[in-house]
C-alpha cells in the first residue's frame, strides 16, 4: 500500500506536465491536422489544400530548399562537430570545462544577432567584403552571396556546429581509456583506432545527433527571413506567411504545409532513430 501511495504521489506531480503536452502539442497538433483537411471555402473534408502543396511549383521549391540546406549543413556540421568534440575530449577536464561556456554561447548565438553579424562581414557591403576588394581585388568572395540560397548554408553550418558538439560530448565518455592503450600496445595509428573502434562505438549517439541536426535546420526561420525576408522560400517561411500575411490568410494551407513539415521531421527523426537502435543492438550483441 505504501509503494502504492507513494507512485501515486509521484504520477500527481506529473499532471501540470502532462497538461502542458495536451495543451500546447496535442491539441495544437490535432488542429492543425483537421484545418489541413478542410476546404477553405466551405469547410468540407477534402485534399485538395495536399494536392497544391505537392503539384504548385512555389511549395515544391520551399520544400526543396529547406530539405536540401537541412541535408547539406547536417552532412557539414556533423563532421565537424565530431572533430570538435572529439578534441574537446581529448584535451581533458580542464578544456571541457573551459570550451562548455563558449559553446553554449555559441549555440544560442542565433536568429536576428547571427544574420546581422553575417550582414556585418560578408553582406554586399560587409567588413571582409571590402577588405577583399581592396586588398585582393574581390577574388575572395567574387562567388560568395550572402543573399543567395548557397549563401545560406554557412549561416545554417555555424549553427549546427555548436549543436553537434553538444550532443557528441557525453557519448565520448563510451570511448575507454584501456581502448586506446590497447591500440598503442598494438601499434594500431590514432587513424586505425577511430575507424575501427572509436566511430563504430559512437554511431548510436552520431546518428540521434543528425536527426536533431536535421530537425534544428529544417525548422530554422527567424535567420532566414532576416536575411532573405520572402525572396527565398522554405518551408518555414510559408508557413508562417500563410498565417500571418498582410493580405489575406490561408489557414488551411499553411497548415496543410505545416503537416508536411512535421512528417518530414518525424520521417529524419525516425530514420536516426532506427539507425540508432540497429547499431546499438549490433554493438551489444
Known amino acids: 500500500m505504501k509503494g502504492k501511495a507513494r507512485n501515486l504521489k509521484y ?12 495543451c500546447f502539442m496535442v491539441i495544437p497538433l490535432a488542429n492543425l491536422v483537421i484545418n489541413s483537411l478542410k476546404d477553405p471555402q466551405t469547410g468540407a473534408f477534402t485534399l485538395e489544400n495536399y494536392r497544391t502543396v505537392f503539384t504548385k ?20 556540421g556533423i563532421v565537424i562537430a565530431f572533430l570538435t568534440a572529439m578534441a574537446i575530449t581529448e584535451l581533458g577536464y580542464r578544456a571541457r570545462k573551459n570550451f562548455m561556456p563558449i559553446l553554449n554561447m555559441t549555440q ?16 554586399n557591403s560587409g567588413f571582409l567584403v571590402l577588405l577583399d576588394q581592396k586588398c585582393f581585388g574581390g577574388r575572395l568572395f567574387q562567388n560568395y552571396n550572402l543573399y543567395s540560397g548557397n549563401g545560406l548554408l554557412p549561416l545554417f553550418v555555424y549553427f549546427a556546429i555548436p549543436l553537434g558538439t553538444l550532443l557528441l560530448i557525453p557519448s565520448f565518455s563510451a570511448i575507454r581509456k584501456e581502448w586506446k592503450e590497447a591500440a598503442e600496445l598494438m601499434q594500431a595509428s590514432q587513424a586505425t583506432f577511430w575507424t ?21 535546420a529544417l525548422t530554422t526561420y527567424t535567420t532566414v527571413y532576416m536575411i532573405m525576408s520572402t525572396n527565398f522560400p522554405t518551408l518555414p517561411i510559408k508557413i508562417s506567411f500563410m498565417f500571418s500575411g ?40
Open 11 to 22: 504520477l500527481v506531480t506529473t499532471i501540470p506536465f502532462f497538461l502542458l503536452i495536451v
Open 57 to 76: 511549383l512555389l511549395y515544391q521549391t520551399a520544400i526543396w530548399n529547406s530539405v536540401r540546406l537541412a541535408l547539406i549543413s547536417t552532412a557539414i
Open 196 to 216: 575501427k573502434v572509436g566511430i563504430p562505438v559512437l554511431m548510436p549517439g552520431i546518428c540521434g545527433t543528425i536527426g536533431m541536426l536535421f530537425a534544428d
Open 108 to 123: 544560442n548565438f542565433t536568429g536576428f544577432p547571427l544574420a546581422f553579424a553575417f550582414m556585418i562581414l560578408v553582406g
Open 246 to 285: 498582410d493580405m489575406k490568410q490561408q489557414v488551411e494551407l499553411g497548415s496543410a504545409l505545416s503537416v508536411v513539415m512535421i512528417c518530414i521531421i518525424l520521417l529524419a527523426m525516425g530514420l536516426s532513430g532506427m539507425a540508432r537502435n540497429w547499431l546499438a543492438k549490433g554493438r551489444s550483441a
